[in-house]
């Protein structure tokens, strides 16, 4: 059975590195991989990707979440299921808690209308694991800038207080601790190859 997992994190945790390390232990078991970032993976939502991620393109919370909600409905429909369906393992990097998190908790849209968005765009779709990547602001942040500087883009999201990405973190630990059966919370503090022996473990229960 193809597996659907999401990986889920503030900037800078380390969620690309890991799910590119995943992505070579399950095709060194033959199995076939699909990895995808959100927003992104389709026409639309690499073109949405453009504004979302633009520090320089001030938008409402409310137009954010459909902005994201729209990106996603595409993903789902067009990519995730089809590659489900035809036996490929799909590897999402950020997901529906990303919007309840973002979106929800930290620019405080009504739960209520955010999870109404998330049902509709994902078709209900769950992923068999959600991987939390948690590590305190501080350290992810300077990370993801020492990152950005590299490719000379900043990310709006960053340029938020710490207080902010603190209840971004908040608010992923808290989804993780409603649903521990679909959740693995990792110290991204660790080691790249301790997160992805963490990882590949738990990876290699839901296969057998
Ligand atoms: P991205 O370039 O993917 O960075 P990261 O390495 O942090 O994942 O940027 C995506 C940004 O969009 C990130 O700041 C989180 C935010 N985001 C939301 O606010 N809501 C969402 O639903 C998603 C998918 C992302």
Redesign the pocket.
């Known amino acids: 059975m193809s597996l659907f997992i999401a990986f889920e994190?503030?900037?800078?945790?380390g969620?690309?590195t890991q799910i590119e390390l995943l992505r070579h232990s399950l095709e060194e078991l033959n199995r076939k991989v699909t990895s995808l970032?959100?927003?992104?993976g389709t026409p639309l939502g690499e073109y949405l990707?453009d504004w979302?991620?633009d520090e320089s393109r001030s938008l409402e919370p409310e137009s954010?979440?459909f902005l994201?909600?729209a990106?996603?409905a595409e993903l789902v429909r067009t990519v995730i299921k089809p590659q489900l369906q035809s036996g490929s393992d799909v590897l999402l990097?950020?997901?529906?808690?990303?919007?309840?998190?973002?979106?929800g908790f930290?620019?405080k849209i009504p739960l209520r209308h955010v999870n109404a968005a998330n049902s509709l765009a994902t078709d209900d779709l769950v992923p068999a694991l959600t991987v939390l990547l948690d590590a305190p602001p501080e350290i992810s942040l300077n990370r993801?800038q020492l990152?950005d500087v590299n490719i000379k883009n900043t990310?709006?999201?960053?340029q938020n207080s710490i207080s902010f990405h603190q209840t971004?973190r908040d608010g992923f630990l808290r989804l993780a601790s409603k649903d521990p059966a679909k959740w693995l919370v990792i110290d991204a503090e660790q080691t790249v190859e301790n997160i992805h022996s963490l990882i590949r473990r738990k990876v290699k229960d839901l296969i057998l």
Not at 155 to 158: S, V
């Open positions: 994190g503030g900037e800078g945790t969620k690309s970032r959100e927003p992104g990707r979302l991620v954010e979440l994201f909600a990106a996603r990097d950020r997901y529906a808690a990303s919007t309840t998190v973002y979106q930290a620019r993801a990152r990310k709006r999201f960053e971004v």
